[in-house]
């Protein structure tokens, strides 16, 4: 298994420009999460989906869109980036139904909006 | 959601057992204790849980006070590849299925060969 896989690595964006960050998993979880983490901080949740076709607001979620048609795949759209939103953002999944509750995270996406 | 208190760094020596603290005196009834550590430059990995009993797995343990006020994850004998920041994170359990972390900015934890 491949686990929670992003793409890009790196991304440099200008003021006012628009990307997607994308995420996939091939554990067959149900549930999909969206980080950011901004330097010598935690991390603060964007967006979760408990499945297909269902996304919920996390803590930080304005400036941020996603959707989840599959299973698999989990994309998060930036949309007019601003400097503000230069971060490391880190994808995650879990299975809720074994009661592990263990969250799988990926590599991270760096990006700086300059 | 209750709030979870951790000191900013600690430093073992190598081979040696280490504790890390964290304080949670506003915890309730249904929140579990959740730990994760971030090694420089991945995404933060799953270490142990808990509720109300101690806990061992192949990484570490968990002990967890009586009162619950408080919890300490154990390293049995670090390594320099546990050097990295590591969270210790409560999860309200009273929702079915909810899963929702909330990350403080942890304890570094560094490893003196």
């Known amino acids: 298994n491949a686990g929670v896989t992003q793409t890009p690595k790196f991304r440099i964006l200008k003021i006012g420009q628009s990307m997607t960050l994308q995420c996939a998993q091939d554990m067959n979880h149900n549930y999909m999460y969206w980080y950011r983490q901004d330097p010598g901080m935690g991390l603060k949740l964007i967006y979760y989906?408990?499945?297909?076709?269902?996304?919920d607001k996390g803590e930080v979620p304005n400036g941020y869109n996603v959707s989840r048609s599959t299973t698999e795949d989990f994309p998060l759209r930036l949309e007019l980036a601003a400097p503000s939103q230069t971060s490391v953002y880190f994808c995650?999944?879990?299975?809720?139904?074994?009661?592990?509750?263990?969250?799988?995270f990926g590599p991270g996406t760096r990006l700086t909006v300059t | 959601d209750a709030k979870t208190t951790q000191p900013n760094s600690m430093e073992s020596n190598e081979e040696e057992p280490v504790h890390l603290p964290c304080n949670h005196s506003t915890i309730s009834g249904t929140d579990y204790i959740h730990w994760y550590r971030q090694l420089p430059s991945q995404g933060p990995e799953y270490v142990i849980h808990g509720l109300t009993s101690n806990v061992n797995n192949r990484m570490a343990s968990l002990a967890i006070a009586e009162d619950r006020k408080s919890s300490t994850l154990i390293l049995h004998r670090a390594t320099l590849r546990d050097a990295a920041v590591y969270y210790c994170?409560?999860?309200?359990?009273?929702?079915?299925?909810?899963?929702?972390?909330?990350f403080g900015t942890g304890t570094r934890l560094t490893i003196i060969p």
């Open positions: 994170i409560l999860r309200d359990g009273s929702n079915f299925g909810n899963e929702k972390l909330t």
């Open positions: 989906s408990v499945g297909a076709g269902i996304t």
């Open positions: 995650a999944s879990s299975w809720t139904g074994g009661g592990s509750y263990e969250q799988y």
